[in-house]
């Protein structure tokens, strides 16, 4: 999936084309026809829409279906809503219908998203709030932020009380009443190396089991098309007032979103595994029947279960390489004597600790090193005989240490080498 697409389920439609009243499943790219499913066909159908052949992206507010940025009779209207008759999404011609120009610029709709009792509807430069007033005006609309939006139809996330997008120059938080600008310490450095002519494949998804805030953004150090790393914000880790802290991951999705488990995990299907060797805590809620777990596709069309117990069958292969750092102060040498992980105790786990050793805050690598302990309680630290004036951290498993790990943090012994 190449083209940015969007989706919305509609509660309880009626006087729908196919099949018989209740719920529907929408989706668009904005190039292909808009297509339906009721949840139980093998098959999508094309509800009849009267002029509207497609559009950038459509909406459920106040149980009406917005579709925005219409391609209507073969001429596309960037700055154009179509609403539906109340309760009837499909009908966009008769009743409460109606069409709203809502933005007369050359800057196009892209999304919308629900905050409190508004709909905030984006362009990439602009966000306007669609307020219900009821018949005969049915919807007003207002410009809440001029020069500022997200980047694509999928660079927007929706938490309770606000919205967070990644935009032109950085990330932004709207709380229905205004903009700001966020984590500028890690966004402003995205936003340089982020591509334009690949911006709308850039989204957004939050993995609420983990607290973690996953942006897959195509960069211009990318090989292929499709984007290869996403950039990951731990909404929930407690940082006092420092800025919310981020981690970088290979992830090459085009398309991402959730499925319910179908069924909680049993003893039986624990056949062959110990305890110590499960993934995760017996009570842990992602266990549980109907948690939301998180898919994402890549461009060879293959679909992969984020966060999974294994890789293809195999142990898993995985690690975090924490930020680099000086050692001393920057202007002097330091020697890395001893590195502590803080491991979570597993009786046949190992871990590999690798530390690489540079010049300068940007230089490249001038060595390396690593060292591979047992979880199991004896070996407590890592020891090393390396020095540099800065350092960066690796701890994960591999060829010679597969297998689950969980890690709470780190501690370093440390001395100052000389030589300014």
Known sequence: ILQPYETETFRNGTNL???????????????????????????????????????????RFKNTM???????????????VRTSAIGQPE?????????????????????????????????????ILAQ????????????????????????????????????ADGQYSFDGVNAHQINAHVWREIARI????????????????????????????????SPEVAFVGHYLEDVGDAPMPHSTRDLPAT??????????????????????????????????????????????????????????GTDPISFVRFSRRPLVDSRRNGVVHRVYPNYEHRENGSLTVKIRLFDSPNGDLRSDAEYTLKMDGEERFAPFRDSGRFVEVEFGSGPSAP?????????MDTSVGGSR
Request: net charge negative; hydrophobic share 40%.
């Open 91 to 127: 009908n966009v011609t008769t009743l409460e219908a109606a069409q709203f120009i809502i933005n007369d610029s050359d800057d196009p709709l892209l999304a919308a998203e629900q905050i409190g009792e508004q709909l905030a509807i984006y362009s990439s430069k602009t966000i």
């Open 255 to 312: 398309a991402m979103g959730y499925y319910l488990r179908e069924g909680a995990l049993t003893f039986e299907d624990l056949e062959g595994i110990t305890f110590d060797e499960l993934w995760v805590r017996w009570n842990d809620q992602s266990i549980q029947s109907e948690f939301p777990q998180l898919l994402f596709g890549t461009s060879d069309g293959d679909i992969f279960v984020l966060n999974a117990p294994d890789q293809n």
């Open 403 to 411: 297998g689950l790990w969980a890690l709470e943090g780190y501690d």
């Open 194 to 225: 982020s591509t334009p002519t690949r911006a709308a494949l850039a989204q957004g998804i939050v993995d609420e089991a983990n607290a973690e805030l996953i942006w897959v953004v195509p960069t211009n150090d990318d090989e292929g098309d």
């Open 132 to 167: 219900f007033v009821g018949p005969p005006l049915m919807y007003v609309f207002r410009t809440a932020v001029a020069g500022y939006g997200p980047r694509s139809s999928r660079a927007l996330v929706r938490f309770p009380s606000q919205h967070i997008f990644f935009g």
């Open 66 to 80: 917005f579709y925005i940025a219409p391609t209507i009779s073969g001429a596309l209207n960037p700055g154009v």
């Open 17 to 59: 084309g196919s099949g018989s009243d209740g719920d529907r499943w929408y989706a668009t790219n904005g190039v292909d026809p808009i297509v339906a499913w009721d949840g139980s066909t093998d098959q999508v159908y094309r509800p009849a829409l009267g002029n509207i052949d497609t559009c950038r992206a459509l909406r």
